[in-house]
């Protein structure tokens, strides 16, 4: 069964501490991984999406790695408007599949300034 | 402009009763989905439209409907409301389900059975 594990559930950070945030997922064969940062009460905003192991990809302070097994989302130096869910899934390989993602429960972060 | 939207924002009723959560989007796109957020955030896909014609139909109970009248609007009516729908509902779009073209979501739509 295709499945997504984000880590850890909670994160607090001091502003400019850096640190990572885990997905693991466990696909048939994987399409696609992908990153969406969710605020509260809003619904989940896109950030990335990597297809191959090995591949990388930044945008500010975030930058967003995958291996064959697990992404990470690395924060560098986070600010407080850094604060939001980051929700991690994938989009397994096969017709029925089109469009339909697996998410992990997200990983919620806390900058304190 | 907002290009995903839903109504409404809150949902509150009781178990029994019959309600519509309302899409639409104005970003031109193919393909809309319902996904459902359970108090843990697991989000997990209920159904997804392309071109108005129902692609996924994920294990929900036949209570819930989806209804796509044209490519921009897609409508969740829920019969016979349970306390187990509490839940938030959100919208998405994209472009044509394929994995180039991420989803946009809409707000949500917090659904409470009481």
């Known amino acids: 069964e295709d499945q997504v594990t984000q880590s850890p559930e909670a994160l607090r950070l001091q502003e400019g501490e850096s640190s990572s945030l885990n997905c693991s997922y466990t696909v048939s064969g994987l399409r696609g991984l992908f990153w969406y940062r969710q605020d509260p009460g809003k619904g989940p905003e896109f950030l990335f999406t990597?297809?191959?192991a090995g591949e990388e990809k930044e945008k500010e302070r975030l930058k967003a790695t995958l291996t064959k097994k697990e992404s990470f989302l690395h924060i560098t130096a986070p600010k407080p408007e850094d604060s939001a869910t980051y929700l991690c899934?994938?989009?397994?390989?096969?017709?029925?599949?089109?469009?339909?993602?697996?998410f992990g429960q997200g990983t919620t972060l806390q900058v304190k300034p | 402009d907002t290009a995903v939207s839903q109504t409404p924002k809150y949902l509150v009723t009781q178990m029994g009763n019959d309600k519509s959560i309302k899409c639409e989007q104005n970003l031109g796109h193919d393909t809309m989905y319902w996904y459902k957020q359970d108090s843990k955030k697991f989000l997990k896909i209920m159904f997804s439209?392309?071109?108005?014609?129902?692609?996924i139909n994920e294990t929900v109970p036949n209570r819930f409907s989806p209804k796509s009248p044209d490519k921009a609007h897609l409508n969740l009516h829920i019969n016979s409301l349970e306390l187990g729908d509490s839940a938030v509902y959100f919208c998405?779009?994209?472009?044509?389900?394929?994995?180039?073209?991420?989803?946009?979501f809409g707000n949500g739509t917090r659904l409470t059975v009481t």
């Open positions: 998405a779009s994209s472009q044509d389900g394929d994995v180039n073209s991420p989803l946009h």
């Open positions: 899934a994938v989009q397994a390989l096969g017709s029925s599949n089109t469009g339909k993602l697996i």
């Open positions: 990597l297809y191959s």
């Open positions: 439209y392309n071109n108005k014609e129902l692609i």
